[in-house]
């Protein structure tokens, strides 16, 4: 049977040959490359506060969203309610509603506007 070992040409298995030397040589050096970069990944990854970038920037995000929509919706309902107030006090509706709710609208935008930095915030002083 023949032996499958793969010796040498002169037979000696305690040698390398030059190819088997370069190949476990350049083995080495991407060993070590990838560890290095393995163990930069590492140290980004750990630090405290960082917490997975992706899942927290979503979340930030989710939480911008619920705020400016939770605004423009507090606007249209707190006009509508004023609205329909009015009208229920003075008999005249369903015009009170009407224009409260255009008016809650308007200043639901206004406020979205302002929240999402896209309209600066002037005060009356």
Do not use: Y
Not at 12 to 40: H, M, Q, V, W, Y
Not at 80 to 103: C, E, K, Q, Y
């Amino acid at each position: 049977m023949a032996d499958d070992t793969n010796d040498g040409e002169d037979g000696n298995r305690g040698t390398p040959s030059p190819d088997e030397a370069a190949l476990s040589a350049r083995l080495g050096s991407l060993d070590r490359r990838l560890s290095k970069i393995r163990d930069s990944r590492n140290i980004r990854t750990d630090q405290p506060g960082t917490e997975s970038g992706d899942g927290a920037a979503r979340a930030s995000a989710m939480a911008r969203g619920l705020r400016l929509s939770s605004e423009l919706i507090a606007g249209v309902v707190v006009g509508a309610v004023i609205g329909w107030g009015l009208d229920r006090l003075l008999s005249t509706s369903p015009w009170g509603l009407i224009v409260f709710f255009l008016l809650g609208f308007a200043a639901g935008v206004v406020n979205v506007m302002r929240s999402a930095g896209v309209a600066p915030d002037r005060t009356v002083r």
